[in-house]
């Protein structure tokens, strides 16, 4: 039997990877490690039942003991890394949980699981380490370039990326990296752009749109990321790093247009200019040739389709957005938005 580890399992990219795998690789078994922090949520996983092939551990990566629990008396072949602190804003008013979840989580992990063993480490990461391009510019980002990040969450993630690097270069560790763009669909915590718009609007309030609205966002519908860590971990040669590129890069303002359109909202109503981001990376443009060219993996969703599949689901799960929106979400949404 195929015994795989997924870190943070009940966020957003996690969950739909565990349902994807329940789909798709029935036989494997799934140990789903997660701290369960504001992000987390078994709400995700709902319909999933624990048993042989299925297992939930509530543990932080960074607990190297939990993680030697999970690893005794048992080969995993792969590894699924992508427990993190995720939110940039968040990022920018306390780095610590970051670096202790990102870059001290990704070291312990790394260390049980080469001890321990494993046949492939897929490492979650973003093309944020890259930095950001200026408008106007025509540079692309390959897999070459350097690391250069704007800000702390991606400062972790840039470091956690190096240290995946330097267990190949050091130990020959099976690492492999995958470097996506923004992801979007079923179950993004509502902090995050679009299922906050949606949400907003669905509650009868304005969608804040940061600065002017011109930055650029690469749109990646989750099940493509879900079918491409998994092909990477089938078939990608350790020691890779691979970009994942969406299917639509477009402004803020022009998403929110978008979404508008679907919705049959207007627009003067609806949105609402609000203070920028601090440092707001303008654009990330990634070049997908080396994914496509060695392992035949493209984002295969059109962003029109990819959209309207995900305001239906939010339109169809109110029960699930609401139960965040009115806990502890509550707080932070009247820090971070007090003119809305
Ligand atoms: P998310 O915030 O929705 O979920 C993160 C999950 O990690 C949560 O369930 C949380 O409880 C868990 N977690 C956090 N710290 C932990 C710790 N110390 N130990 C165990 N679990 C912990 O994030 P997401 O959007 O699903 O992103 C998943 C991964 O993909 C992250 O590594 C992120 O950096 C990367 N990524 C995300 C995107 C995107 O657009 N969402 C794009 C590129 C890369
Ligand atoms: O590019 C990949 C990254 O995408 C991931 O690594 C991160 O984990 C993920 O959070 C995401 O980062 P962004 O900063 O791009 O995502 P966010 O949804 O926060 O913002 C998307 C864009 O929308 C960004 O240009 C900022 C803007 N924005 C965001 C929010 C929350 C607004 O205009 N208003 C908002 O209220």
Same mark, same amino acid.
């Given at each position: ?8 399992? /009940? ?40 048993? =042989? ?18 690893? /005794? ?81 991606? /400062? ?94 477009? =402004?803020?303002?022009?998403? /929110? ?14 949105? @609402? ?16 040739? @080396? ?50």
């Amino acid at each position: 039997m195929t015994t795989v580890v997924v870190t943070g399992g /009940a966020g957003f990219i996690g969950s739909n990877l565990v349902r994807y795998l329940r789909r798709k690789h029935q036989d494997w078994r799934i140990f789903n490690i997660d701290k369960l922090t504001y992000a987390g949520n078994l709400d995700n996983l709902a319909g999933i039942e624990v048993g =042989p092939e299925y297992n939930f551990i509530q543990g932080d990566v960074a607990d190297g003991a939990m993680l030697a629990r999970v690893w /005794a008396r048992r080969r995993v072949k792969y590894v699924f890394h992508l427990a993190a602190e995720t939110h940039v804003d968040r990022s920018l008013n306390d780095a610590v949980p970051f670096v202790r979840s990102n870059v001290e989580g990704t070291a312990v992990l790394l260390d049980v699981a080469r001890a321990e063993g494993v046949e492939k480490f897929i490492y979650m990461s973003t093309d944020e380490v890259y930095g950001a391009v200026p408008k106007g510019s025509d540079e692309v980002f390959t897999e070459d370039s350097p690391l250069k990040p704007r800000n702390p969450y991606s /400062a972790t993630k840039a470091a956690a990326d190096l240290l995946c690097q330097v267990q190949y270069a050091s130990r020959e560790m099976p690492i492999v990296i995958l470097r996506a763009a923004n992801n979007y669909g079923p179950y993004q915590h509502p902090e995050k752009f679009l299922p906050l718009m949606l949400t907003n609007l669905m509650e009868g309030r304005q969608v804040p749109i940061y600065g002017t609205g011109q930055q650029l966002r690469d749109w990646l519908f989750v099940e493509d990321t879900c079918k491409a860590l998994v092909t990477l971990a089938e078939h990608a040669e350790p020691g890779s790093i691979y970009n994942l590129a969406g299917s639509g890069i477009i =402004p803020n303002i022009e998403l /929110a247009r978008k979404v508008l359109g679907v919705l049959r909202m207007e627009e003067e109503d609806s949105l @609402k200019m609000v203070e920028d981001r601090p440092g707001h990376d303008f654009s990330y443009p990634l070049s997908a040739e @080396k994914i496509e060219r060695e392992l035949n993996i493209r984002s295969e969703t059109k962003l029109d389709d990819g959209l309207r599949r995900t305001i239906f689901w939010y339109r169809s799960n109110e029960d699930w957005w609401r139960a965040i929106r009115e806990g502890k979400f509550k707080d932070y949404y009247k820090k971070q938005y007090s003119e809305l």
